[in-house]
Nanobody, 115 residues
């Protein structure tokens, strides 16, 4: 069992920055990857960025150069630094952990980019 707790969502102006954090607890030793997904109103949930111990980082094309994912294995956290935010980044952001065929999800945190 893996429990994910997210923090850092909120309201930010276009061009601003925001940092999301996800803390994992439970059976975390066997986690294969940690990452962030998002779902905008009326849209499908999409991958934002992931960090795998085997293959490294992976980013959606829409966030490359603006977002940075980092993982601290000692603290069991994964962060998402979001810079140069755009209104189209507005979405509910979900933390995700993969263990074998099982996906664990956080409850989501809302990021609103608006002037």
């Amino acid at each position: 069992q893996v429990h994910l707790v997210e923090s850092g969502g909120g309201l930010v102006q276009p061009g601003g920055s925001l940092r999301l954090s996800c803390a994992a607890s439970g059976s975390i030793r066997a986690i294969e990857s940690l990452g962030w997904y998002r779902q905008a109103p009326g849209k499908q949930r999409e991958l934002v960025a992931t960090f795998s111990r085997d293959v490294g980082t992976n980013y959606a094309d829409s966030v490359k150069g603006r977002f940075t994912i980092s993982r601290d294995n000692a603290k069991n956290t994964v962060d998402l630094q979001m810079n140069s935010l755009k209104p189209e980044d507005t979405a509910v952001y979900y933390c995700n952990a993969k263990w074998g065929r099982i996906d664990y999800w956080g409850k989501g945190t809302l990021v609103t980019v608006s002037s």
